[in-house]
């Protein structure tokens, strides 16, 4: 195996690390490590990056179906206006400057990064059993629906599987115990990655033997990842990525910022 295989393989197994623990933000970190790890440009590791997060999500799924904590009927309707909204996402994606797409993705990353750090897990799960999650009312409908638009045009934009969104919004939104949030939230970014992958598909190839590594890192990773996330508190996964996050984010808008000649 070359040097970029075994790069892939190990890009793919953080990623799938990050979707099993957390249920989401494996695909925040997929475009760096595409783009400044394994060489991709970032339109490339956009297109890659739906496909690899949407079927390391399947696999996340199986495993937290097995027990109990995927919610199917919320999942559908979040991900119906998600994947238009994806497909939305994809062409506004094109009109946009690589240099200036990953500033705007590291922010987000910052963004996203101190949501995480201010999250209280004990506190979102007090009316749990109350919640959409164990009945879905037309309310619930309405919610859903919304949330879903806005998740999936930016997985089409930055071609991220919206777990970050996805997980916080089921827990304190929609009132999903942390478990059932993660594990629904991995048939959702499937699904709505699919809607996101179908645009981006449109303007430009895969790198097939390239993805396909990525891939196999990324089934291992997530396999591990969905036990701790099974066994760690929630708060300490949750606040661990979100200093992960901070410390990608940071050098990649300096060195973005940098190109752009705005420093």
């Not at 490339?44 to 739906?50: E, F, P, V």
């Not at 495993?63 to 994806?86: C, D, H, N, Q």
């Not at 059993?129 to 999936?152: D, H, N």
């Not at 891939?215 to 200093?243: D, M, N, Q, V, Y």
Request: hydrophobic share 50%; aromatic share 8%; glycine share 16%.
């Amino acid at each position: 195996m070359d040097g970029q295989g075994f790069l892939a393989i190990v890009s793919g197994g953080l990623i799938g690390l990050s979707l099993g623990a957390t249920g989401g933000g494996g695909s925040l970190l997929a475009i760096p490590l595409l783009v400044y790890v394994l060489g991709t440009t970032a339109r490339d590791a956009t297109t890659m990056s739906l496909m690899i997060v949407g079927a390391s999500a399947l696999l996340g799924v199986w495993e937290y179906g097995r027990i109990g904590a995927v919610r199917v009927k919320p999942a559908l309707v979040f991900s119906g206006t998600g994947a238009v909204g994806a497909w939305v996402g994809s062409y506004l994606h094109q009109l946009v400057r690589q240099e200036v797409l990953l500033v705007l993705f590291g922010m987000l990353m910052l963004g996203v990064a101190g949501k995480m750090l201010r999250w209280k897990g004990a506190e979102s799960e007090r009316d749990a059993e109350g919640s959409c999650a164990q009945r879905f009312p037309r309310t619930c409908w309405i919610k859903v629906s919304g949330i879903g638009s806005l998740v999936g045009l930016l997985t089409g934009f930055f071609g991220v599987g919206g777990g970050f969104i996805i997980v916080p919004a089921l827990v304190l939104l929609l009132g999903f115990p942390m478990r059932a949030a993660a594990g629904t939230s991995l048939l959702i970014i499937a699904l709505i990655s699919l809607g996101g992958l179908v645009g981006h598909l449109q303007f430009g190839q895969i790198n097939a033997r390239l993805a396909v590594r990525v891939l196999l890192g990324s089934a291992a990773g997530i396999a591990l990842g969905t036990k701790l996330g099974r066994r760690a508190s929630p708060e300490t996964t949750t606040k661990a990525f979100a200093f992960v996050l901070i410390g990608i984010a940071l050098p990649l808008i300096v060195h973005n910022v940098e190109r752009l000649g705005w420093l």
